[in-house]
């Protein structure tokens, strides 16, 4: 237990959960020291049982009020909310694009804001934004609001009171469901038929709830072979949003064009002649269409993971970057607009998975509330651990072959 300073300004945070076999409460305590304030545990209610939930009362001091704001701010992280949060502060955005100097700065978490007394839940959490407070239809509405998208003269929240978060349920260690079983230190030893048939499980509930499937793909989806997998699933209805960027879409459009992907046969694993300038031609006899869907309906493009996502009438977002030839005609050059366009696609959305693709894994992370479960899939593990250390903790991670992996799913959700 430490002692608090001497420090002018202090409140007192509780926190609920299994603070032991999570290492929340330590968590909590070394965010406080290194943000420079201090603490002291006024109580430390353990459970009597393992399964038991256990309560901690922590004040937390600091030198001043918007150092102890931030603080505040930084343990909500771990659920640890200000025992007597009053109410919320508001004031009016400076000017397009900037947030008020002491704004509060979100997190992912399922968030409640106190206006008047009322405790309103924000819109699609999200991290790292604002939160600003709206009329609609007569009553005040809180949403999350990227710093690029704030209007001069918007209500935003301010400093740390009238808010606090929720952490998702969680079960003690070792008592976790089937799918809990993954959320373990990322490895590649562990065996992955069962952890397979774990995911198509889930995807089979998250489709029974009414809910949407969220893929996240990159190109090895296509230089491993594994396109025809993921055809299959599109066709099986298991994909009902695809975030990419220009890589995967030219190199699958590619593949159905000219059998190769980045100049290599994919029958035959060997180079083409003149197979380098498949990618760029791919691009090109799409540009002539005028976008993908165009390409599609007047028979230029008839097969491949794009194909079939505008066969099926799903969505897909293409966000590109500086390194893209081309790019095709439906991929977002401006990164904002990029980011608005896969924000819409958000809403309804109750799995997201992640194959091949750091990236585009860490920015589909940043703006997915921490409510929705998300497996990433990679042959990197550093994939899976610069999502958890971005913040999106409930990332669960498979270290494997893109090619194996899609091949088995597949075989679960969509046997031929």
């Keep these: 237990m430490r002692r608090v300073s001497s420090a002018a300004h202090s409140a007192t945070v509780t926190v609920t959960g299994h603070l032991m076999d999570t290492g929340i409460l330590a968590r909590i ?17 353990l459970g009597r049982q393992h399964e038991d939930e256990s309560r901690a009362l922590v004040e937390i ?28 502060t508001t004031r009016p955005a400076p000017a397009d694009g900037v947030f008020p100097d002491d704004f509060y700065s979100t997190t992912n978490l399922e968030t409640l804001v106190r206006l008047d007394r009322e405790w309103l839940r924000v819109r699609q959490p999200e991290m790292d934004c604002g939160l600003v407070v709206t009329d609609e239809d007569g009553q005040q509405v809180v949403r999350t609001v990227p710093v690029s998208d704030v209007r001069a003269g918007d209500a935003v929240v301010c400093g740390a009171h009238g808010v606090r978060v929720e952490l998702p349920v969680q079960a003690p260690r070792g008592e976790e469901d089937d799918f809990g079983f993954m959320s373990s230190a990322v490895s590649s030893e562990k065996p992955q038929a069962l952890l397979v048939r774990q995911i198509a499980e889930r995807m089979r509930e998250v489709k029974a709830e009414g809910k949407r499937i969220l893929w996240v793909g990159g190109p090895a989806v296509v230089h491993t072979g594994a396109s025809p997998a993921m055809v299959r699933l599109v066709r099986a209805g298991f994909v009902d949003v695809l975030f990419a960027g220009n890589a995967l879409a030219t190199h699958d459009i590619e593949s159905a064009l000219f059998g190769t992907s980045l100049g290599v046969d994919l029958a035959k694993g060997s180079g083409v002649p003149h197979g380098h300038e498949h990618h760029i031609r791919a691009i090109n006899t799409i540009r002539a269409a005028g976008s993908i869907s165009a390409a599609v309906e007047s028979g230029v493009l008839t097969g491949g993971v794009m194909h079939a996502m505008v066969q099926a009438g799903k969505p897909f977002v293409l966000v590109g970057s500086v390194r893209d030839d081309g790019p095709l005609p439906d991929v977002y050059t401006d990164v904002i607009e990029g980011q608005r366009a896969m924000r819409a696609q958000l809403p309804d959305v109750g799995f997201a998975i992640m194959v091949a693709t750091m990236l585009h894994s860490i920015a589909t992370g940043n703006i997915l509330p921490a409510s929705i479960p998300l497996v990433s899939v990679d042959i990197n593990p550093a994939t899976v651990t610069k999502l958890a250390d971005r913040g999106s903790a409930q990332a669960m991670g498979i270290i494997t072959d893109i090619g194996l992996f899609l091949e088995q799913l597949a075989r679960e959700l969509a046997p031929e």
């Design 61 to 88: 001091s600091a030198d001043g009020a918007d150092l102890l704001d931030r603080i505040l701010m930084r343990v909500q992280i771990h659920g640890a909310n200000a025992v007597d949060p009053g109410t919320a």
């Design 29 to 45: 305590l070394d965010d406080v020291l290194e943000y420079g304030g201090d603490y002291r545990i006024e109580t430390l209610d």
